[in-house]
């Protein structure tokens, strides 16, 4: 295994006809909204990705190219090329100059929608994000028979032609035949694979847990969903606070600890960074944050720092929309990879962690786009409804180049940043 693996992070592939309008990074100046906000980062490019709402970017070489892949939620909007209105579905942009990217197509048909999957390019073994239960309470179950919104299946795509089902996965008590409380009812949100070891966000927003698996158990051990099945290829779990949930588990492994070099043991240690979700506007919920997990003993993940955004330093609960951490960057590109880690952090744009001491992150820079005509409103209600338009900043990746990509919830499009000042030094940039 390496660290070729890529992610499939695509929320809707229905009938869909993407070709993508560029904009440069100068057409920035909002009508309404806000302006852009800045520290020791800026915008290099913008696509507006005809208004849909965008979820996760994925990047890839490819041929000599730089392409970016961009999931979108569900939903319809015109496509200029055609004056028809389209499903959305996956929108490819050619970013091999990140101030001017370049416009492409392509057309995805009979699919239907799934959410944050992991595709391991080396191997063609796919984790799946699945699931059809109908409701909680009474219990309502699908046609599966899985308690849970969202559990794993897992495919063999090495010939994408010939699809092989490897299994079912999910947490001991969510599988079809269980009984009893059902361990987080929302499941698992994303995994994340490198070397022998696959990491699973589940609860998203609260009831959150952590587990890591041995990958060779998981795929080669016995397939039927049982509950001993479940468990064989666990090697841990963190059961998190009821308030919080996994959204998204990054590793982040051999990191030498600077200020443990003159000690004779473990100066280098292995982490986890654990996102949890906000899913409330203007702050009606609990607030949500994001935690490093010491992983060096891998049977006993122990939390030991917490990385939040004061809110005191944007008014964000007012502005509109979410405010919080949404996911994490998922790159191991050697610019970025132990050094610098981006969270969406919704109206608060991105933030870049400084993880070199994961025992004391840091903010070292972010970035807030400017709405444009295309952002739309987010609306509460609290005896009358008041809607505001604000930058959603959704999900964020970064590339080989050092390149920072920015897809947003609330239809602004996909930005692309990069660091300066100090927080380029971190890289080694100027």
């Given at each position: 295994?390496?660290?070729?693996?890529?992610?499939?992070?695509?929320?809707?592939?229905?009938?869909?006809?993407?070709?993508?309008?560029?904009?440069?990074?100068?057409?920035?100046?909002?009508?309404?909204?806000?302006?852009?906000?800045?520290?020791?980062?800026?915008?290099?490019?913008?696509?507006?990705?005809?208004?849909?709402?965008?979820?996760?970017?994925?990047?890839?070489?490819?041929?000599?190219?730089?392409?970016?892949?961009?999931?979108?939620?569900?939903?319809?909007?015109?496509?200029?090329?055609?004056?028809?209105?389209?499903?959305?579905?996956?929108?490819?942009?050619?970013?091999?100059?990140?101030?001017?990217?370049?416009?492409?197509?392509?057309?995805?048909?009979?699919?239907?929608?799934?959410?944050?999957?992991?595709?391991?390019?080396?191997?063609?073994?796919?984790?799946?994000?699945?699931?059809?239960?109908?409701?909680?309470?009474?219990?309502?179950?699908?046609?599966?028979?899985?308690?849970?919104?969202?559990?794993?299946?897992?495919?063999?795509?090495?010939?994408?032609?010939?699809?092989?089902?490897?299994?079912?996965?999910?947490?001991?008590?969510?599988?079809?035949?269980?009984?009893?409380?059902?361990?987080?009812?929302?499941?698992?949100?994303?995994?994340?694979?490198?070397?022998?070891?696959?990491?699973?966000?589940?609860?998203?927003?609260?009831?959150?847990?952590?587990?890591?698996?041995?990958?060779?158990?998981?795929?080669?051990?016995?397939?039927?969903?049982?509950?001993?099945?479940?468990?064989?290829?666990?090697?841990?779990?963190?059961?998190m606070a009821p308030n919080w949930g996994g959204h998204t588990a990054f590793p982040i492994l051999r990191v030498p600890i600077a200020d443990w070099a003159p000690n004779t043991k473990e100066q280098t240690r292995d982490f986890v960074f654990l996102v949890s979700e906000a899913i409330a506007n203007e702050c009606r919920e609990s607030r949500h944050a994001s935690f490093v997990v010491d992983i060096t003993a891998e049977t006993r993940p122990f939390g030991v720092a917490t990385f939040q955004v004061p809110e005191s330093k944007g008014n964000f609960c007012k502005r509109g929309g979410r405010f919080g951490p949404?996911?994490?960057?998922?790159?191991?590109?050697?610019?970025?990879?132990?050094?610098?880690?981006?969270?969406?952090?919704?109206?608060?744009?991105?933030?870049?962690?400084?993880?070199?001491?994961?025992?004391?992150?840091?903010?070292?820079?972010?970035?807030?786009?400017?709405?444009?005509?295309?952002?739309?409103?987010?609306?509460?209600?609290?005896?009358?409804?008041?809607?505001?338009?604000?930058?959603?900043?959704?999900?964020?990746?970064?590339?080989?180049?050092?390149?920072?990509?920015?897809?947003?919830?609330?239809?602004?499009?996909?930005?692309?940043?990069?660091?300066?000042?100090?927080?380029?030094?971190?890289?080694?940039?100027?």
């Amino acid at each position: 295994m390496t660290v070729l693996l890529r992610r499939i992070s695509l929320i809707v592939l229905g009938l869909a006809l993407v070709t993508l309008g560029a904009r440069p990074a100068s057409s920035q100046a909002p009508t309404r909204g806000h302006a852009a906000e800045a520290h020791d980062m800026e915008l290099v490019g913008h696509d507006d990705l005809q208004g849909r709402s965008a979820y996760q970017p994925t990047i890839h070489q490819q041929r000599g190219r730089v392409i970016a892949y961009v999931g979108h939620h569900g939903g319809k909007a015109r496509n200029p090329l055609t004056g028809t209105e389209e499903d959305n579905g996956t929108s490819i942009v050619d970013v091999t100059d990140p101030a001017k990217p370049a416009k492409a197509s392509t057309v995805a048909s009979g699919l239907t929608s799934t959410h944050k999957n992991f595709w391991e390019c080396d191997t063609g073994t796919a984790y799946l994000i699945s699931g059809d239960l109908v409701k909680t309470d009474p219990l309502q179950l699908g046609p599966s028979g899985w308690r849970t919104w969202r559990m794993t299946k897992i495919y063999d795509l090495s010939d994408p032609t010939r699809p092989v089902f490897v299994r079912d996965f999910g947490l001991a008590g969510q599988q079809p035949g269980s009984s009893g409380p059902i361990p987080v009812a929302h499941g698992v949100h994303g995994p994340i694979v490198l070397g022998n070891r696959v990491y699973f966000a589940y609860g998203t927003s609260g009831e959150g847990l952590l587990q890591i698996v041995d990958r060779q158990k998981l795929l080669s051990g016995p397939k039927e969903p049982t509950a001993a099945n479940l468990n064989a290829p666990e090697i841990s779990r963190l059961q998190m606070a009821p308030n919080w949930g996994g959204h998204t588990a990054f590793p982040i492994l051999r990191v030498p600890i600077a200020d443990w070099a003159p000690n004779t043991k473990e100066q280098t240690r292995d982490f986890v960074f654990l996102v949890s979700e906000a899913i409330a506007n203007e702050c009606r919920e609990s607030r949500h944050a994001s935690f490093v997990v010491d992983i060096t003993a891998e049977t006993r993940p122990f939390g030991v720092a917490t990385f939040q955004v004061p809110e005191s330093k944007g008014n964000f609960c007012k502005r509109g929309g979410r405010f919080g951490p949404h996911s994490s960057s998922e790159s191991f590109a050697p610019i970025f990879y132990r050094k610098l880690v981006f969270v969406a952090y919704f109206n608060g744009g991105v933030r870049a962690v400084d993880v070199r001491d994961p025992y004391a992150p840091r903010e070292a820079a972010f970035y807030i786009p400017a709405t444009t005509e295309r952002t739309g409103e987010r609306c509460v209600t609290n005896g009358t409804r008041s809607c505001k338009v604000a930058i959603q900043t959704n999900n964020v990746e970064a590339d080989e180049r050092g390149f920072v990509y920015l897809a947003d919830r609330a239809n602004t499009g996909l930005h692309i940043v990069r660091l300066t000042g100090e927080a380029a030094k971190i890289t080694g940039g100027n």
